[in-house]
């Protein structure tokens, strides 16, 4: 079992940063492939990018690519997400999940889910 829980959201202008956490609970962290995956109202569940257990392997969609990182520290059992060049339409609950295997961009794939979230992004 995985317990995961984010923290970083908040309201931010348009064109500023933020950077995402996520705390995992567990000693087999470095086993898990992490996602971040966002939802904004009236909208359905998305991927936005993931990263393979020892963070060598990362996937993004296409739309925050050069201005979103993930990244991990395996010593701390946490999974970040670095927000640039934020946008209105970047405004959602971003969630982490982990699934016990490669990384995925199919949010189906994953078995544990934190509680999200929220992002806001003003223009």
């Known amino acids: 079992q995985v317990q995961l829980v984010e923290s970083g959201g908040g309201l931010v202008q348009a064109g500023g940063s933020l950077r995402l956490s996520c705390a995992a609970s567990g000693r087999t962290f470095s086993s898990y492939a992490m996602g971040w995956f966002r939802q904004a109202p009236g909208k359905e569940r998305e991927f936005v990018a993931t990263?393979?257990?020892?963070?060598?392997?990362?996937y993004y969609t296409d739309s925050v690519k050069g201005r979103f990182t993930i990244s991990r520290d395996n010593a701390k059992n946490t999974v970040y997400l670095q927000m640039n060049t934020l946008k209105p339409e970047d405004t959602a609950v971003y969630y982490c999940?982990?699934?016990?295997?490669?990384?995925?961009?199919?949010?189906?794939?994953?078995?544990?889910w934190g509680q999200g979230t929220q992002v806001t992004v003003s223009s």
């Open positions: 990263i393979s257990g020892s963070g060598g392997t990362t």
């Open positions: 999940a982990a699934r016990n295997s490669r990384t995925s961009r199919r949010s189906y794939e994953y078995a544990y």
